[in-house]
């Protein structure tokens, strides 16, 4: 069974810029959560994609957008990179956001750090 | 919205000692799901326990168990014979019954010493 895997691990932009960030699920997981991990903080919820359709958004602006393809796989896209943007960037997927909790699976995460 | 607070930024703990790290929580939900991650420096976050809101039997894990005061909206995590493996960032987090967004508390870093 692979885990939660992301790419890149480590990321150097600059303001203004754009970024994408690349996340697979583990083996049988149809749901990807995103989250944003300032240094010394909690993870923030960004947003979730069940079965390629956005489901549920923190308080993150438009520039913050994603996908899920059909292998569930998911991209998260910043554009107009801020310097707040500097953080680590975290994926989780399980089997399904309704009825019964399930356990979400972390990736490593990606670093990106905006100059 | 619910929030998840964790007053402790810092514990530290003997090896082979016994460390209780706190959270409370704030929530309208009666039915919800309580968990404690391990995000050790390789930044893996890690589950370490979970708690259902309707169950009143404490979640033990091994070492690890909770204190779960639904009334005081209390959520502890108790590690007992500590380990230098168990030295991490420690975050308490909320999930809704509906929902999987977790809603995750600002941390607790604790050092074990040898």
């Known amino acids: 069974e692979t885990g939660v895997t992301q790419s890149p691990t480590h990321l150097i932009k600059t303001r203004g810029q754009q970024v994408t960030l690349r996340c697979s699920s583990q083996s049988g997981h149809n749901t990807v959560s995103w989250y944003q991990q300032a240094l010394g903080q909690g993870p923030q ?3 979730q994609y069940y079965r390629e359709e956005e489901n549920g958004r923190g308080n993150f602006p438009p520039r913050f957008s994603g996908l899920q393809f059909p292998n569930y ?11 707040d943007d ?20 972390f990736g490593p995460g990606t670093r990106l750090t905006v100059t | 919205a619910q929030t998840v607070t964790q007053s402790q930024p810092e514990m530290s703990v003997q090896e082979a000692e016994t460390v209780t790290l706190s959270c409370t929580y ?11 991650y391990k995000q050790p420096p390789s930044r ?24 779960f005061q639904k009334a005081a909206k209390s959520f502890s995590l108790k590690i007992s014979d500590s ?8 975050f308490c987090a909320y999930e809704e019954t ?17």
């Open chain 1, 73 to 83: 796989s998911s991209e998260l896209n910043v554009n107009a990179l801020e310097l």
């Open chain 2, 83 to 90: 380990q230098l493996g168990d030295a991490a960032m420690y």
């Open chain 2, 98 to 114: 509906s929902g999987s967004r977790l809603t995750f508390g600002e941390g607790t870093q604790l050092t074990v010493n040898p």
């Open chain 1, 45 to 47: 919820f960004i947003f």
């Open chain 2, 26 to 36: 704030d929530t309208s939900e009666s039915d919800y799901y309580l968990f404690w």
């Open chain 1, 86 to 105: 500097s953080a680590l960037y975290l994926c989780a997927s399980s089997p399904d956001p309704t009825g019964v909790s399930y356990e979400q699976y």
């Open chain 2, 44 to 67: 893996q976050m890690i589950l370490v326990i979970r708690q259902e809101a309707y169950k009143q039997q404490n979640a033990t894990e091994n070492r690890f168990s909770v204190n």
